[in-house]
């Protein structure tokens, strides 16, 4: 059964300060990754989604990356922005159907 | 605005009440998922449509929880003799074949 597991939980960060999200995953043989922002009692919003053929992905001053052989993926979001506080959230496709798996996120607060 | 929508975005319900709420998909995505998130956790799946069809229901979906999509356009998702245990957030998302998933707001359902 896949687990994903995402570390730290919390992690608080001055303004400017790049980020490094952690996203852990047990079983390699994934169909995709993606990662998510979620706002407090909001939906989430797509940041990057990454193939499994692929090794990483870039937006603006987002960037993740992806190691299937090792199980992990990582987000970096670079000069961080008090506006970046949100959780964050890393999501396995399994399949092509879409079903995802979901880490239990980071939540994210970067202070001015 | 063409994004997921769902409706109501909370719902407050006493124990043994039935509950309904309704998705309504980005147009021209053929494929729908429903997840539930509790507090401080990720969403997790619990069912998915291409077109009409219901294709996988998860084990956290008992007989009390069904869902439909009539027509391969909107979902509605309903919950018989509410307990205290389905207090949470309650996600719609859908997609193309070969795209990311789109989420919309979420229905908070609180069960007294």
């Known amino acids: 059964k896949q687990e994903v597991t995402q570390i730290p939980a919390a992690l608080s960060v001055p303004e400017g300060e790049n980020l490094v999200l952690n996203c852990s995953f047990t079983?390699?043989?994934?169909?995709?990754l993606q990662w998510f922002r979620q706002d407090p009692g909001k939906g989430l919003t797509s940041l990057l989604l990454?193939?499994?053929?692929?090794r990483e992905q870039t937006s603006g001053r987002l960037n993740a990356s992806l190691d299937k052989s090792s199980g992990r993926s990582t987000l970096y979001i670079a000069a961080s922005q008090p506006g970046d506080s949100a959780t964050y959230l890393c999501?396995?496709?399994?399949?092509?159907?879409?079903?995802?798996?979901f880490g239990a996120g980071t939540q994210v607060v970067v202070t001015p | 605005d063409t994004g997921v929508s769902q409706d109501p975005r909370h719902k407050i319900t006493k124990r043994g009440q039935n509950v309904t709420f309704r998705c309504d998909p980005i147009?021209?995505?053929?494929?729908l998922y429903w997840y539930r998130q509790t507090l401080g956790q990720g969403p997790e799946f619990l069912t998915y449509?291409?077109?009409?069809?219901?294709?996988?229901k998860s084990r956290l979906l008992s007989d009390r929880f069904s869902a439909e999509r009539p027509k391969g356009s909107f979902s509605t998702l309903e919950i018989q003799r509410t307990e205290q245990g389905d207090s949470a957030m309650y996600l719609c998302?859908?997609?193309?074949?070969?795209?990311?998933?789109?989420f919309g707001p979420g229905t908070r359902l609180t069960v007294l």
């Open positions: 998302a859908s997609r193309r074949v070969t795209d990311t998933q789109y």
């Open positions: 079983d390699s043989a994934i169909y995709n």
């Open positions: 147009s021209e995505h053929n494929r």
């Open positions: 990454i193939q499994s053929s692929q």
């Open positions: 999501a396995v496709g399994t399949d092509s159907w879409g079903k995802l798996q």
């Open positions: 449509f291409q077109n009409e069809a219901q294709l996988e």
